[in-house]
T-cell receptor, first 114, second 115 residues
Framework: AQTVTQSQPEMSVQEAETVTLSCTYDTSENNYYLFWYKQPPSRQMILVIRQEAYKQQNATENRFSVNFQKAAKSFSLKISDSQLGDTAMYFCAFMETGTYKYIFGTGTRLKVLA | EAQVTQNPRYLITVTGKKLTVTCSQNMNHEYMSWYRQDPGLGLRQIYYSMNVEVTDKGDVPEGYKVSRKEKRNFPLILESPSPNQTSLYFC??????????????FGEGSRLTVL
């Protein structure tokens, strides 16, 4: 069965600094997507970034980028120039493309300090 | 505006009193799913539906029912709620695997308390 592990329950970072959130997953599938979702205090779940497993190039969205290591089954999120609005819970998620079954990690609560 | 709408947003009920949480999307998405979020456990999938009349169990389906009679609606039914179903519930939708990228569009969540 697929699993997603986020080993950092809480993290903090100073405003304008860079922080990396870690995520590892386990699967025997070859075709899948990986995601990072953000959940601010408003509770709304928002997609941050998406990576397709067959693409070797790491995805980037403005200040957000990933380090995707397929062989190691690792999918970390780097936030550059952290802003107060980045304060949120971040969830790593795996989706197997054949079944559309989604597995989420337990989340990392990030606090950006002024 | 493209959105996923859940109702009610907040509900306090008592053990055994049947309730339904509605979910509706206006994006013509084939895929819809329900999750519960509990502290320290992240989001866990309850049920999902690949299209009308097609539903499948997720990781935690016990105590829940769903139906998908129309493409836009995917209600979650708790026939006999118990206190361990106290949780934050999310409905989400997505395009099919043939048309989409797997991105989930979430509703705003429904906070359910069972006394």
């Amino acid at each position: 069965a697929q699993t997603v592990t986020q080993s950092q329950p809480e993290m903090s970072v100073q405003e304008a600094e860079t922080v990396t959130l870690s995520c590892t997953y386990d699967t025997s599938e070859n075709n899948y997507y990986l995601f990072w979702y953000k959940q601010p205090p408003s509770r709304q779940m928002i997609l941050v970034i998406r990576q397709e497993a067959y693409k070797q190039q790491n995805a980037t969205e403005n200040r957000f980028s990933v380090n995707f290591q397929k062989a190691a089954k690792s999918f970390s999120l780097k936030i550059s120039d952290s802003q107060l609005g980045d304060t949120a819970m971040y969830f790593c998620a795996f989706m197997e493309t054949g079944t559309y079954k989604y597995i989420f990690g337990t989340g990392t609560r990030l606090k950006v300090l002024a | 505006e493209a959105q996923v709408t859940q109702n009610p947003r907040y509900l306090i009920t008592v053990t055994g009193k049947k309730l339904t949480v509605t979910c509706s999307q206006n994006m013509n998405h084939e895929y819809m799913s329900w999750y519960r979020q509990d502290p320290g456990l992240g989001l866990r999938q309850i049920y999902y539906s690949m299209n009308v009349e097609v539903t499948d169990k997720g990781d935690v389906p016990e105590g829940y029912k769903v139906s998908r009679k129309e493409k836009r609606n995917f209600p979650l039914i708790l026939e006999s709620p118990s206190p361990n179903q106290t949780s934050l519930y999310f409905c989400a939708s997505s395009l099919s695997r043939d048309r989409g990228t797997g991105e989930l569009f979430f509703g705003e969540g429904s906070r359910l308390t069972v006394l």
